[in-house]
């Protein structure tokens, strides 16, 4: 399998419940490992950016409200499979409709304030790493 990096982004509502170290607790059992890593508040014109693909979703105002509500951890994770796993543990966008064990079912707690965020394909990872890490910011290990 592939090593792969993705991005991840611990989502205001999961600091706000201080489970911050869970989280990458998960993430260090399921052998994906932090390359990077840093906690930011994200400026409204950083999480415009950042979610630009959903400009035009009826959501679109409130994902934003809600990222800049509070400090985020961002993340890139390395490991086999990384994108597609890191997905598995996060779980479904709802948490109403994610499965047992995942972060989501497990920290979430709508379909807004749903804890984690995980680069979706290889083009987003790459996007979304150089969205937030210089090079000289990722350690590799
Ligand atoms: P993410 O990008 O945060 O990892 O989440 P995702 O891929 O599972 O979901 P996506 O479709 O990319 O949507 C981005 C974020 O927008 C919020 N959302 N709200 N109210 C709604 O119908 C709705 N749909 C999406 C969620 O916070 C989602 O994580
Ligand atoms: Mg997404």
Redesign the pocket.
């Known amino acids: 399998m592939a090593t792969e990096r993705t991005l991840s982004i611990i989502k205001p509502d999961a600091v706000a419940k201080n489970v911050i170290g869970e989280i990458v607790t998960r993430f260090e059992k399921a052998d994906l490992k932090v390359v990077a890593a840093k906690m930011i508040h994200l400026s409204r014109e950083q999480a415009e950016g950042f979610?630009a693909e959903?400009k035009e979703?009826p959501?679109f105002g409130?994902?934003v409200e809600?990222m800049t509500s509070g400090p985020v951890v961002v993340q890139v994770l390395e490991g086999d499979n990384a994108i597609a796993l890191n997905r598995e543990l996060?779980g479904a966008?709802n948490p109403k409709e994610a499965a047992a064990g995942t972060i989501r079912a497990d920290f979430a707690s709508s379909?807004?304030a749903?804890a984690?965020?995980?680069s979706?394909s290889p083009a987003s990872a790459e996007r979304e790493v150089a969205y937030f890490f210089s090079a000289d910011e990722i350690c590799p290990r």
Do not use: C, E, Q, S
């Open positions: 979610y959903h979703r959501f409130a994902l809600f996060m966008t379909i807004d749903n984690v965020h995980g979706d």
